[in-house]
T-cell receptor, first 111, second 112 residues
Framework: GESVGLHLPTLSVQEGDNSIINCAYS??????FIWYKQESGKGPQFIID?????DKRQGQRVTVLLNKTVKHLSLQIAATQPGDSAVYFC??????????FGAGTRLTVKP | NAGVTQTPKFQVLKTGQSMTLQCAQD?????MSWYRQDPGMGLRLIHY???????DQGEVPNGYNVSRSTTEDFPLRLLSAAPSQTSVYFC???????????FGPGTRLTVL
């Protein structure tokens, strides 16, 4: 899920399939993590969050998994729909008040 | 509630000009922040504030100033615009840094 330079990682899935988007975070002391969805021309929109005392949290059609050992987050979207097509960002509470964002992954859902 | 509002939506500046991007929220949030987003990249934190009268630097503060005289408003000032500041700027607010942030619609700034 990490990007290099200007090229976002992309994930293309078929409508109805499950999607898994990955993110590596940087600070082992980060204690709060958020996944955001950003559609073209709009600001990021909150999807789900998780605190470091948990390793899994479920929402409606979404699940976030946290692996602190390897500093890895994943976002699972069940039964992906065309409306899920967007760029997805993870963010970590890097240094108490400093939220740091990953570079994003572009999800494309094929009908 | 209007949520987080930003003005202007678009702005073109010449190198060396100064301007202020406005941000306001009506959710009584203590934490507010400014990010910039460059093409194909994630958001980078410029400045943030944990409450009225308190501001601090984020990851990329150079060339920008902020103030927080009220809970509602958090303007971002570009002192002397440079082409490297061409970007989309997002303001966000939340109850605290470890809470869901609500984002404004963004300001697209071009510096010639």
């Amino acid at each position: 899920g990490e990007s290099v330079g200007l090229h976002l990682p992309t994930l293309s899935v078929q409508e109805g399939d499950n999607s898994i988007i990955n993110c590596a975070y940087s600070n082992s002391a980060s204690d709060y993590f958020i996944w955001y969805k950003q559609e073209s021309g709009k600001g990021p929109q909150f999807i789900i969050d998780i605190r470091s005392n948990m390793d899994k949290r479920q929402g409606q059609r979404v699940t976030v998994l946290l692996n602190k050992t390897v500093k890895h987050l994943s976002l699972q979207i069940a039964a992906t729909q065309p409306g899920d097509s967007a760029v997805y960002f993870c963010a970590e509470n890097y240094n108490n008040n400093d939220m740091r964002f990953g570079a994003g992954t572009r999800l494309t859902v094929k009908p | 509630n209007a949520g987080v509002t930003q003005t202007p939506k678009f702005q073109v500046l010449k190198t060396g000009q100064s301007m202020t991007l406005q941000c306001a929220q009506d959710m009584n949030h203590e934490y507010m922040s400014w990010y910039r987003q460059d093409p194909g990249m994630g958001l980078r934190l410029i400045h943030y504030s944990v409450g009225a009268g308190i501001t601090d630097q984020g990851e990329v503060p150079n060339g920008y100033n902020v103030s927080r005289s009220t809970t509602e408003d958090f303007p971002l000032r570009l002192l002397s615009a440079a082409p490297s500041q061409t970007s989309v700027y997002f303001c966000a607010s939340s109850f605290g840094s470890a809470n869901e942030q609500f984002f404004g619609p963004g300001t697209r700034l071009t510096v010639l």
